[in-house]
């Protein structure tokens, strides 16, 4: 079974940083993007940042400029480095992996077990 393991998160102030870091339990055939995802209460999950495999980054406009998104392939993580936070970045934040467990997989997405981000003012 594979498994996207997070780390990081917790209570900040606002304009303070934080860093999540997410791995994937075991190695897969292949990953094409991974990124992190977040829900407040009463919202729907969002997209946050995601980085594809080549390294192209994407970002919710909100955190453009706040917020960097990185990985490392030979260690099937990402990473998530936040500054800047403000109270509206609070939620639960989610890691999420997309690829093909062997060759003739389709491809599929993992979910991390979600890590609460809370910015106090």
């Known amino acids: 079974q594979v498994q996207l393991v997070e780390s990081g998160g917790g209570l900040v102030q606002s304009g303070g940083s934080l860093r999540l870091s997410c791995a994937l339990s075991?190695?897969?055939?292949?990953?094409?993007?991974m990124g992190w995802y977040r829900q407040a209460p009463g919202v729907e999950r969002e997209l946050v940042a995601g980085i594809t495999s080549v390294g192209i980054t994407n970002y919710t406009d909100s955190v453009k400029g706040r917020f960097t998104i990185s990985s490392d392939k030979a260690k099937n993580t990402v990473y998530l480095e936040m500054t800047g936070l403000k109270r509206e970045d609070t939620a639960v934040y989610y890691c999420?992996?997309?690829?093909?467990?062997?060759?003739?997989?389709?491809?599929?997405?993992?979910w991390g077990q979600g890590n609460q981000v809370t910015v106090s003012s």
């Open positions: 999420n992996a997309r690829g093909k467990l062997t060759p003739r997989d389709f491809p599929r997405d993992f």
């Open positions: 075991r190695t897969i055939f292949t990953i094409y993007t």
